[in-house]
């Protein structure tokens, strides 16, 4: 008759046993934090691709955020968002949307490099994109357009808002005269409302520069909106919108858009691509006391 082991003595008889040579993997190398450069997610019949074309660091963001608020108004906010009071993290967000006839790139990131880069990592060539949308006017918006004086996206047409073009061409600018100015004549002009492309809608949305604007995209009922650059900070600009911004030109303006925009995103349920929230730059919002809050896609978009 055999007897069971009890474990007392299987430890034992285990403990006697010379220890076993294993393979150590402490001298693995350290990778370094990484973050893709782009994600992509289906709308409708429409394949949409937000692309990390650069992120820095900047310390003080009460100089840039909160400017008509005190010091401690300002710190109370950000510790009760669980973000530091000294530094912030931007994200510099562009959007691909293929609409199935054409590839459409919504903002061109603060150089071609940095823009090329991400385009190539999710399988795009700048050759390949057919419409080029600027939602304003700014320097990381426009800075991909040229490479070395030459067009970076050579087979596009352009897009952008009337108004804001013609306030720039006004204005001195080195940096609207090299990239934007030479391609003025392969841009068309829109205004508030105006489609440029199938499932595309244009939505001023001004304040933050004399003519910037929104656009809706829409493909089978489904609806997203990009956001650009009405809202630049996920809790400094959304759950107090009325907070003075310092690259918003118009000050008043800017908070009348913001509130208007954010009510209309809270009201419709619609998700969107801010140029500057958190990567991968897609999420909701709702209304929360005289504010609004921030909710990040979980899966939301991949359904």
Do not use: C
């Not at 299987?10 to 150590?24: D, G, I, K, Y």
């Not at 392969?186 to 939505?203: C, E, N």
């Not at 995103?265 to 140029?275: C, E, K």
Request: net charge negative; hydrophobic share 45%; proline share 6%.
């Amino acid at each position: 008759m055999t007897h069971p082991t009890s474990r007392r003595t299987f430890l034992t008889a285990a403990a006697a046993l010379p220890a076993l040579s294993l393979p150590s993997w402490a001298e693995a190398p350290m990778l370094g934090a990484s973050t893709p450069l782009y994600n992509r997610f289906v709308l409708g019949e429409f394949e949409v691709t937000t692309l990390l074309v650069g992120t820095a660091t900047r310390p003080d963001p009460h100089t840039i955020f909160g400017l008509n608020v005190s010091v401690e108004e300002f710190a109370k906010a950000s510790y009760d968002a669980l973000i530091p009071t000294d530094v912030a993290q931007f994200f510099f967000t562009p959007t691909v949307v293929n609409n199935g006839s054409e590839l459409i790139l919504f903002d061109t990131g603060l150089n071609a490099e940095g823009t090329n880069k991400a385009l190539e990592a999710a399988g795009y060539a700048s050759e390949m994109i057919d419409v080029v949308v600027l939602t304003h006017m700014h320097g990381d918006h426009i800075g991909g357009l040229m490479a070395d004086g030459a067009p970076t996206f050579p087979n596009a047409r352009y897009v952008t808002a009337a108004v804001e073009f013609d306030a720039w061409a006004k204005a001195e600018n080195a940096l609207f005269d090299s990239n934007m100015r030479p391609l003025a004549e392969k841009t068309t002009m829109i205004d508030d409302q105006a489609s440029a492309f199938s499932g595309h809608t244009a939505m001023a949305a001004f304040g933050h520069t004399p003519g910037h604007m929104v656009h809706v995209v829409e493909s089978e009922g489904k609806s997203l909106l990009i956001a650009a650059d009405f809202a630049n900070h996920y809790v400094w600009s959304l759950a107090h919108p009325d907070w003075e911004v310092k690259f918003d030109m118009d000050k008043a303006a800017a908070a009348e858009t913001r509130r208007k925009l954010l009510g209309m995103l809270a009201a419709d349920r619609m998700p969107f691509v801010g140029y500057h929230m958190p990567w991968p730059g897609t999420g909701f919002v709702e209304a929360k006391g005289d504010g609004f809050e921030y909710v990040p896609s979980s899966y939301q978009l991949m359904l």
